[in-house]
């Protein structure tokens, strides 16, 4: 599939330039995409959920947006996906990477993200899922070094653990985000789900952001309709 959208879904991005996405994929085994080869009498009854297959496939976007802290920014985003389907058992995940370019002083910020989830049907209407996600924005940075390589003391002998790498973007945010996240989905009618999730973050975090919302273990539940 290929696409032109407005890209205006932020307060930033406001621009009249259109921003290009194209994806492809392609699926080995299990049910048809637009429907089973073979003609059937009857639909399965139970069930019908396991869907043993293998779908791989890549994505673009290339769009540009407007900050008021950095000027003008275009940017690209690449990546691959996977979903397996075994039985009951299903997991899935994608990488991504891409490159911010600042119009204004010619920095270019590389992104590299990534998720893998497992799901697992209990019973046809309580799904138990895991997923690990990332993100890191920027380069590696030394809290508090400056830049510097300091001053080596105790000929060259270390007496504390070196501090450990943050990630920072060209305007000087710390941006670290790694998570676990366990959850349980209920389906309570056919277009209705209550899911129950707690998210864990992991890896080094920068004092800075330790009171962010982000940045804290904390659960939360969602009801969602879909019509």
Do not use: C
């Not at 392609?26 to 069930?47: D, I, P, Q, V, W």
């Not at 995940?93 to 497992?118: A, C, M, Q, V, W």
């Not at 998570?179 to 789900?193: D, E, K, M, Q, Y």
């Amino acid at each position: 599939s290929v696409g032109l959208v407005n890209g205006s879904n932020r307060m930033y991005d406001n621009n009249s330039q259109k921003d290009f996405y194209a994806s492809a994929a392609y699926k080995f085994g299990g049910y048809g995409l637009t429907g089973s080869r073979e003609e059937l009498t009857e639909l399965k009854a139970t069930e019908n959920y396991i869907d043993n297959s293998f779908t791989f496939g890549g994505f673009g976007y290339l769009g540009r947006t407007t900050s008021p802290f950095a000027g003008e920014i275009r940017f690209n985003r690449w990546g691959v996906r996977g979903d397996l389907y075994l039985q009951k058992f299903n997991v899935y995940g994608s990488y991504i990477h891409g490159i911010d370019k600042f119009l204004s002083t010619g920095d270019r910020k590389p992104l590299n993200s990534y998720f893998i989830e497992g799901d697992y049907v209990f019973l046809p209407w309580v799904i138990a899922f895991f997923r690990y996600e990332q993100v890191l924005l920027g380069g590696p940075v030394v809290p508090g070094s400056g830049g510097g390589g300091g001053g080596g003391g105790g000929g060259g002998m270390m007496t504390e653990d070196p501090p450990p790498l943050v990630y920072h973007t060209p305007a000087g945010d710390v941006l670290p985000q790694k998570r676990w996240v366990p959850g349980l989905i209920f389906s309570i009618r056919a277009n209705i789900t209550l899911t129950a999730e707690g998210i864990f973050p992991t890896g080094p975090i920068d004092p800075a952001l330790r009171s962010s919302l982000e940045m804290q273990r904390r659960g939360r539940f969602a009801l969602k309709f879909y019509f």
